[in-house]
């Protein structure tokens, strides 16, 4: 519930589910100003390259190395994103918010006419990105309202003529500016 005194948000941990849709948005404006990157993570199916746009990525460890993203159980790419033996994550640069609206879009199709070539695990990767990690699937989790796919890193690079992440904070995409 929230505390308009205090301004905070306090989960009752007896229950595995936030109470009320106003609790839920105040969690969602507390998350909100954690400020991310942005990535695209493509992986091949038999109907073609799919690719979604995430917030949800992470390190997990070096050694192995190890990253993470999630998605969520209703989105209609979930079951091919969790069925996939390998995945790729596009991290963007700064001049490719356009790119996250794309792959953010509903549908299957949200390459459109943009041009990829295949890793070296032959998942689809995109071009102009700062950098990009290919993976093979380790782990495939629950956690919640989505599923926590765990991806083994077998290639990684990145673009000496990229340096500017896309961000995102609040519910827009940001930029770096160098003060």
Not at 134 to 146: F, L, N, T, Y
């Amino acid at each position: 519930m929230r505390d308009k005194a205090q301004d905070q948000l306090v989960l009752d941990r007896t229950d595995d589910a936030l109470p009320g849709r106003a609790d839920k948005e105040a969690l969602r404006d507390v998350l909100g100003r954690f400020t991310t990157g942005v990535a695209v993570v493509t992986t091949m199916t038999s109907r073609g390259p799919i690719g979604m746009t995430v917030n949800s990525f992470a390190s997990v460890s070096l050694d192995p190395p190890l990253v993470l993203f999630s998605v969520s159980r209703t989105s209609q790419l979930c079951p091919h994103i969790t069925e996939a033996d390998l995945f790729a994550i596009n991290i963007l640069s700064a001049a490719q918010a356009q790119v996250s609206r794309q792959f953010a879009t509903p549908g299957f199709n949200r390459f459109g006419e943009l041009e990829w070539r295949r890793g070296v695990t032959g998942a689809p990767l995109l071009p102009g990105v700062l950098a990009l990690l290919e993976c093979r699937v380790s782990e495939v989790h629950e956690g919640g309202d989505h599923y926590i796919t765990v991806g083994r890193i077998v290639a990684a690079s990145t673009d000496a003529a990229v340096s500017a992440p896309l961000l995102f904070f609040r519910g827009t995409y940001r930029e770096i500016a160098d003060r």
